[in-house]
């Protein structure tokens, strides 16, 4: 059982440089999101998607952009990477929709680093 | 903006001691959850608790909800080195899932 799929798994960039991490669910759930991680602050929420077609903003969605492709799949664009923006990334997804939240099912995490 | 605060930050322990992590807000929360994520790995829900007062146990993890669904306890029994990992609260506030700012823990044998 796959679950959700991130990759890359580790990435370096120089700032000003482009990158998209892409994420696949195999549960056939409706909600997909993404996530970042940085030391004594849990996880973040950047951006959202309640069903295929819609995206929304979360906590922290500044430098970011998202395309939800299909009901699989969830990328996660930096179109000029910034220092501020090496953390660890994980995607997850849920049976529910954001507004009733269920268990959410995380991948392994994309680890970049903004040079 | 709704935060939940953990403590301690860090704990450092012996195998076979018990331990409590606390997880506290202001805000009132619907349901609180509780993930526990190891190294290199994304966190997985050990439990969801929806009622003000309640208390779920899972082996030796005990886990409570405040009577007035603001804070969270988690209690562990004799720990483990397997209970190592980084323990993560969720609470579910307004059309949002807020993360504390977890618990890292360690067991040592």
């Known amino acids: 059982n796959a679950g959700v799929t991130q990759t890359p798994k580790f990435q370096v960039l120089k700032t000003g440089q482009s990158m998209t991490l892409q994420c696949a669910q195999d549960m056939n759930h409706n909600s997909m999101y993404w996530y970042r991680q940085d030391p004594g602050m849990g996880l973040r929420l950047i951006y959202y998607s309640a069903s295929e077609g819609t995206t929304d903003k979360g906590e922290v969605p500044n430098g970011y952009n998202v395309s939800r492709l299909n009901k699989r799949e969830f990328s996660l664009r930096l179109e000029s990477a910034a220092p501020s923006q090496t953390s660890v990334y994980f995607c997850?997804?849920?049976?529910?929709?954001?507004?009733?939240?269920?268990?959410?099912?995380f991948g392994e995490g994309s680890r970049l680093t903004v040079l | 903006t709704q935060l939940l605060e953990q403590s301690p930050q860090f704990l450092s322990i012996q195998e076979g001691e018990n331990l409590t992590v606390y997880c506290n807000s202001s805000?009132?929360?619907?349901?609180l959850q509780w993930y526990r994520q190891e190294p290199g790995e994304g966190p997985v829900l050990l439990v969801t608790?929806?009622?003000?007062?309640e208390v779920k146990k899972l082996k030796r993890l005990t886990f409570q909800f405040g009577d007035a669904r603001k804070d969270s306890s988690l209690h562990i029994t004799a720990a483990q080195p397997g209970d190592t990992g980084l323990y993560l609260c969720?609470?579910?506030?307004?059309?949002?899932?807020?993360f504390g700012t977890g618990t890292r823990l360690l067991v040592s044998p």
């Open positions: 969720a609470g579910l506030g307004f059309q949002k899932l807020v």
């Open positions: 997850a997804s849920s049976e529910h929709t954001r507004y009733n939240t269920g268990e959410l099912f």
């Open positions: 805000s009132v929360f619907s349901s």
């Open positions: 608790v929806v009622t003000g007062g």
